[in-house]
DNA sequence: TTGTAGGCGTTATCAT
DNA sequence: ATGATAACGCCTACAA
């Protein structure tokens, strides 16, 4: 439409208010431009806009109407600048596009602008170092809180911490230890009561595919595995559990691997539903049957578990609650409130498909998995 | 100048300058405090901190020496303010919860990040007018441009555009028209494909499940699956196209009406793979199989299709190569190119187990799926 | 090579 | 109820 007419729609259809052509990238009007179309002081626009008491109705009524004719929009920036809180938090995570980390974010955006506060994020790709940087990132951003999701340096955010001085909320992160806040889900728990499934229904060759070895949450679902089998009896054989990454693919060839040993598991408990689902392939591709043959249960229970053929027996985590936890946690962090610390949240086993008695295999069975899932559990969402 | 010696972190640090402490967020050292530290102007450490050429390397060294030691931080927001850009951008999406906005969020994030800027995340929840709200919100926060993924109400936008004269950029969306940038699949021939190829495998009797009707993705798809059996002389038959959410739950329904048909199809091209992953399910529910009674293709090629059982034949976008795109184009729009319009990326079928021969019905098999795919477009990743 | 003097758009503290 | 005036932390002239 108009070429050069740089001067912002705004104070175009306010009738050129704009002096003088600007070669900048096209400034936004300010309040005190406001202030000069309403003839009154900026500071007088700012109360106004702010709802203030002090300013009186007539004019706060004008004043906003000036200022939505000529689309004025305050600036976060320079108001951050001022009062020194940006209404910004930094989300750091692995990368969204892990289902996890997604379904942790969309809680954590969600209660964030509930609040006011936008939200940050930075993908850390698992690497120590980028992940350093990012935080940093967004110190300089100024953001007045951070949460890390499932980070593997965890215990290097107390010097961080320190230095930064920046309030962090740490979800299912690594040794948060005694300094930090932190949302965790109680992954014992959570893992011994899907190995006392699997024992109640008669396994006792129990597997565990885990995640790579030497990470908190991997060796607190390792615990509670180890405890079920320990409570019922069942001698733990080291040759029975292994690692994967947290991913399908690696989950394939480790389970392959269990499914070769001479004395071949039952049943298998993966360290999450990712594992899950390439333990299942793994078993699907040698010819055998899960639950018929092995059974598999997962953790998580992502938005693909119930989807599965079979359908996925997992201890479920409300990820996007937690997601919101923190951010609560983070807000009252922020607003001063120095109370609230480490945060533990139950975990419930969702019972599917995937899980079956120990030994019932009934030949040749096509209808493997479905809406077969028993009482015990259910989830409640 | 100042004889309020605010102490901070860094001046106590170096030595206890501070001579009262502050109930203020403790604030950060800032160019001044650097400054005083070592006995230069601070535009003198503007300059220093900056790698300049106009400052004495000795005096720059010893600057940068302090600053580092007193664990100085440039404020991006101060920064942002004088400078007039952000070096910031927005990301609207439904919500990152979802695999498809989770992959785009990760393309964008990754090239935002190599280029210095900071993605802010706002999930939308599919609603319009929270949509407009986002994309003001981060107006206010003055973010130098703005992505939308996959927003339903795209075509709004052009307005808004020319209000907040703010860059953008849209994936996936709703009409982009004429005056804005995209990064659209090219939906008909990835449809058509899918259905091509169900076509070859001998089916005459295919459905269509899709997305809520009436946006352009969804109608996109379905032309070009009405092309691909006007191609090979099928009429098309109304019935056989009905529509879901783009999600599972919705799909299941669906798909069990296709199934309940008097003449039900053999084969179903399915708008995402969300929609294929109910599709599957129904199917199953029903004591069908998956390719044997009803052959199956799905749209995006999310992580989880390969491992569906049996693995899904599906059409694939390069997402995070579409957000990363997204994002450069972005960036050259930012830096004033207005050149980059309409960026049309090409979908690619992937033929896994999901989809067999018309009729091919071998009686009780168990095996179904597995890594069984067809050479015909594999993916070259 | 360095320092001085604004100004970015707000809010905050005084006056009036 | 309103208006000057001064920050906030940085950058960019321009002056020295």
Redesign the pocket.
């Known amino acids: 439409m108009l070429e050069k007419e740089r001067g912002n729609a705004a104070q175009v259809a306010l009738g050129g208010a704009g002096e003088r052509a600007r070669r900048q990238p096209l ?2 009007p ?3 431009d406001i202030a000069r179309l309403a ?6 626009v ?2 106004a ?2 709802n203030s ?4 109705p007539a ?2 009524a004008k004043i906003r109407k000036i200022a939505e004719a000529a689309g ?4 976060a920036v ?2 951050g ?4 809180r940006t209404r910004t938090v930094g989300l750091v995570v692995t990368t969204v596009a892990d289902p996890f980390a997604g379904e942790v974010a969309c809680g954590i955006e969600q209660a964030a602008n509930d609040h006011g506060y936008a939200v940050f994020l930075a993908n850390s790709n698992a690497d120590a170092e980028c992940e350093r940087k990012m935080v940093q990132a967004l110190a300089e951003r100024r953001v007045d809180g951070i949460i890390v999701t499932s980070s593997r340096v965890g215990s290097d955010y107390l010097p961080m911490l320190a230095e930064l001085n920046v309030p962090m909320v740490l979800v299912n992160d690594q040794y948060p230890g005694e300094f930090v806040h932190s949302v965790m889900i109680a992954n014992e728990n959570g893992s011994r009561a899907a190995t006392e499934h699997l024992i109640e229904l008669g396994h006792r060759r129990i597997a565990y595919v885990g995640d790579r070895s030497g990470y908190q949450t991997e060796t607190e679902r390792l615990e509670g595995y180890k405890q079920a089998l320990a409570a019922a009896g069942i001698e733990y054989a080291a040759e029975l559990a292994v690692h994967g990454d947290g991913r399908p693919e690696a989950a394939v060839a480790a389970m392959d691997g269990l499914l070769k040993l001479a004395d071949p598991p039952t049943a298998v408990c993966c360290y999450n539903d990712m594992t899950a689902m390439g333990a299942m392939r793994a078993i699907r591709t040698r010819g055998l049957r899960v639950p018929e043959d092995v059974s598999v249960t997962g953790f998580d229970d992502l938005f693909f578990a119930k989807y599965l053929e079979p359908s996925l027996t997992t201890v479920r985590q409300p990820m996007r609650r937690m997601g919101q936890m923190a951010m609560e946690n983070l807000l009252k962090l922020m607003s001063g409130e120095d109370s609230v610390a480490q945060v533990k949240v139950e975990a419930e086993l969702v019972v599917r498909g995937s899980t079956g008695r120990a030994g019932a295999n009934p030949g040749l069975k096509v209808e493997t998995g479905g809406t077969r899932a028993s009482g015990a559990g259910r989830r409640n969402g």
């Open positions: 400034r936004q300010s309040i005190k003839r009154v002081s900026h500071p007088t700012s109360r806009l702010q008491p002090l300013v009186n004019t706060a004025y929009r305050p600036s320079a108001r600048l001022v009062t020194r």
